[in-house]
């Protein structure tokens, strides 16, 4: 970025979580020594990993004005999207309004989702609450006796399908049902191994007290006719229905370098590597685990880099992955060792899995959260919940592709 001897033009390119983090982060470390713009084609932001909540009733996705953002970090908000970048002109293309300069562009523009198996409700977190509706309909109408959960192999994040596959499970059996047939089939070889020993041990807890089967190391694929082979081993899936995650693409915005899978390349910094004053965070990234944690790490990163160029008193920090996660039991310790509730009883609390503010866990997102969804953002009850912080392994390079869920490279952190 120029030298900071004028008011350095920050473009932000998303509206997601990256960006929002970013915003707040850059504001709160530089306030007027930087002038920000932030392109986004939406009107609010949605906190999307709360949608797993919805077809349960257990929670819903709230939507805050982006114009609103924008005002607080005294942000120019353009309803628009990046399509090219020409780093040598430091300038971007959108789609509607023409091309902007910048000083320092941030690319927070997420991934692309691919449905996994065109026979499964892929949950992406946008509008498949209703199809998913449909599948509990069936559930409740003895139309369907089992469900499979599945994890599909390549980048993703595997965390929902755990929500999705409890929350079914509870909802099944408050209907008075218990001859339903489900599991999660995954690559990973425990129950969300990212996490940990004793929080995989905890969420296959979970998964065994609510009568879920769980099957890992093991790869899903569509066969010929749409129905999936499970490997190694090739038998096919034995389930009436099956619900997956999608995988995930990188953003593929012209100008801007990407690997195979069209990922951004990123330093530790979150510099893009080889294109100067170009940043990217988020899912978008190289950065193998897509996690909104994660996500605003990385963006905070971005932003102390950004403040100290605009002349802030801040030493940035490289980006050290650390992925927490707080994963409500509902009941504790106890909800691990007691079968579910009897059928009938009252089990909607139970259902919370995660409060909206600490679902994603961002510096300066959460708090933004807190202070606008209020109430709604009731912590847990004491005892109730597991607290989870893993560093990610110190020679983890951002690029490295150990983490994706291959089953013939199995997940680290375990
Ligand atoms: C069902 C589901 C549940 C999840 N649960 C959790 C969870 O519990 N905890 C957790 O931490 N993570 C969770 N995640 C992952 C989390 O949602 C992502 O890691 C996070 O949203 C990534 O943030 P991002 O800013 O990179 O991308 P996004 O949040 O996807 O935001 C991308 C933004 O960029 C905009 N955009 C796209 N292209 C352009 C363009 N060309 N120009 C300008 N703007 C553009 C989009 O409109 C959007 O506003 C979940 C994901 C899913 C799908």
Redesign the pocket.
Known sequence: MHAATHRPHVVI?????????LALALHDLAGTRVQMTL????RD?E??????AEPFSADHVRRHSLRDLARRVGAELVA????AVDPGRHAVR??ETGTRSYDALV?????R?RTAFSRAIT????R?TVAYNGLLADLEEHWTRSVAFVVPPGTT?P??LY?LALMTAREVRSMGIDDVALQVISPEPTPLSLFGVPASEAVAGLLASAGIAFRGDTHAQAGHDGRLELLPGGDRLDAERVVA??TIEG?Q?SGVPGDERGFIPVDDHGRVRGVEDVYA?????TFPV???????QM?DAIAEVLAAAAGADVTPQPFRPVL??HLLTGRGSQYLEQPLPDAGSETTSDLHL?SAPR???GRYLSPWLEELEGASAAAAPEGAHIDVEVALPSDYEIGHEAMRLDPYSPTRGR
């Open positions: 390119a998303g509206g997601g979580v990256a960006a929002i983090e392109v986004a084609p939406e932001f906190l999307r990993p709360l949608r797993t628009d999207t990046v399509v959108l789609a690319l927070a523009v997420g991934a989702h949950f992406t977190g946008d498949t994040w965390l929902p929500e995650l999608p953003p915005i965070a988020g899912d978008g990234t897509k996690q909104g944690g994660l996500a605003c963006a927490r996660g995660w679902k994603v866990d």
